[in-house]
């Protein structure tokens, strides 16, 4: 089989006109991706050096949805995008002078590929809750890629940004910039073929985003939750699939509360002679998908009072889980402070089901989902 090379391509189609406006759209949802992902990881953080804002209550909501939904605009794009770049990659190196040059663009493509690669295949098996992976931590790889992939994007634009001007700046259908091989007329238009590409994106996003957006949950049939689940709230991990069905549901369940040699223990008719509260307050979770519910409990702050907690410190909640990732999770005190923090005791005026944390769970604002605590078994105020 014969290798092709530059010559091989003859389509008008893959020409700078093209690999620019896709990559224009392909660099904004990256940013996104990026920026909404920094976000994620300062919202996991145990310890920010900068404490992560409780409001609004719905802000981890629109920015997780945000990174999942244009991670998932990207897959076409970048397709279109490398398809288009190809025969540039099969070109010889040119005279000494250019081959610095020619090794750098080559060089931020290869890295840029490989990296949004990785990010966007780990990222929807993560979203897809699909974990193949057992060598590494997904949150950790991520991150760190992240930084690769966007070092290796603006070190690509800084060497193309003089062939991307003046592709951006002449008609699509100019040819003042294809390759002397490209005279083919493709199957459609230069701007067919853009038309069909943000089409594309633009379906991939609305196969999704009903996972956080609830009116597009007719039509969003990728999407990774329904919406279905006791109290209109999904459940992500079951009391089964936790292995706490027998413990929670105890009679003798207590509450331990603990600060320093204090110490209380509560169980639910204790919890529920306590000043009640409601609150509505988004579940949004690390796979993009949230909903939002009207949570009936005990503020966290008059729970700490017992122990005589001071206000600004921290908590660690412990889980009835005896395993998992998040079965201890460090709440800062800026949350332990709000007044919309609860430890929940049910959901949509219904005493909380036992997929949802029965008997008590903590539900704070603009907070992960993964790090709502559910079966909660003890809290320990932490001074550190």
């Known amino acids: 089989m014969r290798v092709p090379t530059e010559a091989s391509f003859t389509s008008r189609l893959r020409s700078p006109a093209i690999a620019a406006r896709v990559g224009v ?10 920026v909404t992902g ?15 804002p409780t409001s609004p209550a719905w802000g981890y909501r629109v920015t997780q949805g945000l990174h999942v939904f244009t991670g998932v605009a990207c897959v076409p794009l970048l397709l279109v ?31 840029l590929v490989g990296s949004a690669v990785f990010q966007l295949a780990t990222g ?23 930084w690769v992939a966007i070092g290796a994007l603006v070190l690509h634009v800084a060497v193309k940004l003089p062939v991307i001007r003046s592709a951006l700046g002449a008609d699509v259908e100019s040819a003042a910039l294809d390759r002397p091989t490209a005279t083919r007329a493709g199957a459609l238009s230069r701007r067919g073929l853009l038309g069909v590409t943000a089409g594309a994106a633009a379906l991939a996003l609305l196969s999704t985003a009903g996972s956080a957006v609830p009116w597009l949950r007719r039509v969003s049939v990728f999407g990774v939750r329904s919406g279905d689940g006791p109290g209109g709230v999904p459940v992500n991990t079951s009391a089964e699939r936790a292995g706490v069905r027998t413990v929670a549901a105890d009679p003798a ?10 110490t209380v223990r509560l169980g639910l008719d204790e919890l529920a002679a306590l000043p009640q509260r409601r609150e509505t307050l988004p579940i949004a979770c690390v796979e ?21 907690a001071p206000a600004g410190t921290a908590v660690v909640l412990t889980s009835l889980q005896e395993s998992g990732p998040f079965r201890r999770t460090r709440l800062p005190g800026n949350f332990v402070d709000d007044d919309r923090t609860l430890l929940a005791l049910e ?17 704070a604002p603009n907070r992960p989902g993964v790090l709502q605590t559910k079966w909660l078994a003890r809290i320990e105020v932490v001074d550190d």
Do not use: M
């Open 253 to 262: 369940y207590r509450l331990e509360v603990v600060h320093g040699d204090a």
């Open 288 to 308: 993009g998908w949230s909903a939002s519910g009207t949570w009936g409990g005990v503020r966290l702050r008059d729970v700490l009072a017992l122990v005589d």
């Open 347 to 363: 959901l949509a005026g219904e005493p909380l089901d036992l997929d949802h944390g029965y008997p008590v769970r903590l539900i």
């Open 25 to 34: 759209w392909l660099g904004i949802c990256f940013a996104v991706c990026f």
């Open 38 to 52: 920094l976000v994620s990881h300062w919202a996991q953080l145990p310890r920010p050096a900068v404490p992560f």
């Open 81 to 111: 995008k490398l398809w288009s770049v190809q025969p540039r990659l099969l070109r010889p190196l040119g005279p000494s002078r250019r081959v610095l040059l020619e090794l750098a663009e080559r060089g931020s493509i290869a890295v």
């Open 124 to 146: 929807l098996a993560n979203a897809a809750r699909w974990y193949p992976w057992q060598s590494f931590s997904f949150r950790t790889a991520h991150y760190a890629i992240a």
